[in-house]
């Protein structure tokens, strides 16, 4: 008997988690030293979790510290395609299930993951964050505990949203819609940089009612494992959400393929997305129905300046975007427009701040930024670097040193580019590199539309401007260079309920995590209308003569 079927209920009003500072002498400081003590100590054995069950294939991945690559933190099972298979026939077997529990008690269950999070698991997943991703405590706390949080319960309120928008009746009709889950399985392919989009992924399809096979990137394992105990601990049910981490190909082809595919959330690299998009439209005939395919992808997002910008503002934008995590945001700033009469202030100025940045493990909190994640980020980002050292038309003069004796260490670095097509003011890099181009001041205009026409992504972007007019042009100009535009601030750092990411072009559907929109497109609507007294005869008033 289900006790709530006689209550309108309202979800509780969300609002954004308190960041913690983790200044020296707090408590927080010290729980969070504590945790990275003792997950230091720990190896992992990480398993695929389907249909609630641990299972080991005996195809075995490592997770180690990008500071410190000797130091193995976990061994963890890859999938193969029995095991996805298996991933796929408890996705839909949990289905009828999941989706028939009412859609309040749904939102509780993430609700309680959220406050499980917020306090006993805090410190827990924030150190996996740094030790197993890279970052430093404050850009933990920032992703893996608030923003995750933020995601959790502003979705529910956004599904009560959903829910409640009905259409209006007329006299003797009541009309009303009925917000199903797609037909089918949602496959969430998440990335390495973030535990709340790792955690969002997979939660926002079955918030809604769906059924998910989840694959983590092989970079990432060590916190998506550790949010399927919370989610687990919360009461999802078995089956709701499936763990299978492994190689794209091995899991995501047998994924494509399956004719129960509904949905697709993923962020990741844009060729892997188009290679998906473009798998999915070759097998299009053979689905039961279209699957909704919603990704974010890659960025080469920019910063540009307008002469009357405050140059110390400009710099620390420079700094805090290009350089934070080590730049492996798709947000980052990865090229900037100067006006040639603030350059030299500028160029002085980065310098100097850049000087002042240590560089070395997440666990000393001094370091403003850490290693790249892997051996492969390792040798793309370095080899951009050395692209810039050996050929015309940009300049490394900043940094431009690297080091993986240890850890995949990178040193923030700017490429000076005379050339506004350099390679690196082109192309997506994902590291500590931003390169930067000196335009003529009079000619603002023709570097707006420049900057709008260089790179295919169109994810972040930032403004810096003390005259409206100028600002307003920018915003004119760049209307579909960003999805995420910023006017005197960093091109980073979005906040779940207030600003929805996502960005177009190459970077993605534009379905925008953190709002409604992003939910809309993991339910299928049914009109229903209700006639009370039907019709008895065929005929219409206009059809008498008389």
């Known amino acids: 008997m289900n006790l709530l079927n006689n209550a309108v209920i309202n979800t509780p009003k969300p609002i954004n988690e308190p960041i913690y500072d983790y200044a020296p002498g707090s408590p927080e400081r010290r729980a969070l030293k504590a945790a990275l003590e003792e997950m230091s100590q720990l190896v992992l054995d990480i398993p695929l979790i389907i249909n609630g069950e641990e299972i080991r294939t005996g195809n075995i991945g490592q997770v180690v ?44 269950i993430f609700l309680k993951a959220a406050e499980l999070i917020a306090g006993k698991y805090r410190y827990k997943i924030n150190a996996g964050a740094m030790l197993a991703g890279g970052k430093t405590a404050y850009q933990a706390e920032i992703d893996a505990a608030c923003e995750l949080i933020d995601f959790l319960r502003f979705n529910v309120s956004y599904a009560e949203q959903i829910y409640k928008n009905q259409p209006v009746s007329s006299p003797g009709v009541w009309n009303f819609v009925q917000y199903r889950p797609l037909e089918g399985f949602v496959f969430a392919v998440t990335p ?91 097998n299009i005939a053979s689905y039961k129905s279209y699957p909704r395919i919603v990704g974010e992808t890659g960025g080469k997002d920019f910063i540009f300046a307008h002469s009357s910008a405050d140059p110390q503002q400009i710099v620390t934008a420079i700094v805090r975007g290009a350089f934070e995590y080590q730049g492996q945001k798709c947000s980052a ?52 670097i050395d692209f810039a050292k050996e050929n015309e038309g940009g300049d490394v003069i900043i940094g431009g040193g690297y080091d993986d004796s240890l850890g995949y260490f990178i040193e923030p670095t700017v490429i000076l580019a005379t050339d506004p097509c350099f390679e690196t003011m082109v192309e997506e890099i994902f590291g500590p590199v931003i390169s930067i181009y000196v335009y003529e001041d ?86 229903v209308k209700e006639t009370f007294v039907a019709a008895t005869e065929f005929s219409y008033p206009f059809m008498d003569e008389n």
């Open 442 to 527: 009079e000619d603002y205009m023709e570097t707006l539309a420049l900057c709008d026409s260089t790179s295919v992504y169109a994810l972040t972007g930032a403004i810096f401007s003390r005259d409206r007019e100028a600002t307003s042009t920018a915003l004119t100009k760049l209307e579909h260079a960003a999805g995420n535009f910023y006017i005197n601030d960093k091109p980073t750092g979005p906040v779940v309920g207030q600003q929805p990411f996502g960005g177009g072009r190459a970077s993605g559907t534009n379905d925008k995590a953190g709002a409604a929109s992003n939910l809309m497109r993991w339910v299928s609507p049914r009109t």
């Open 333 to 384: 700033a990865s090229r900037a427009y100067i006006p040639r009469t603030l350059w030299l202030v500028i160029e002085e100025g980065l310098k100097r701040e850049i000087a002042k940045i240590k560089v070395g493990a997440t666990t000393d909190f001094s370091n403003f930024i850490s290693a790249v994640i892997d051996k492969g980020a390792f040798s793309s980002i370095t080899s951009y």
């Open 65 to 108: 510290m990008p500071h410190d690559h000797r130091h193995v933190m976990a061994h963890y099972h890859r999938a193969g395609e029995k095991a996805v298979r298996l991933a796929i026939d408890a996705a839909l077997a949990a289905q009828s299930r999941w989706q028939s529990m009412r859609w309040e008690e749904r939102c509780a």
């Open 192 to 282: 390495f940089n973030f535990t709340a989009i790792a955690g969002n992924l997979p939660t926002a399809p079955a918030l809604m009612g769906n059924t998910v096979v989840w694959k983590p990137a092989s970079s990432l394992v060590y916190t998506p494992y550790l949010l399927m105990e919370i989610f687990a601990e919360a009461g999802l049910p078995p089956g709701v959400i499936n763990f299978v981490p492994g190689a794209g190909a091995s899991v995501g082809d047998i994924c494509l393929a399956d004719p129960n595919l509904a949905g697709i959330h993923f962020t990741g690299s844009t060729a892997v997305f188009q290679f998906m998009w473009k798998t999915v439209g070759n």
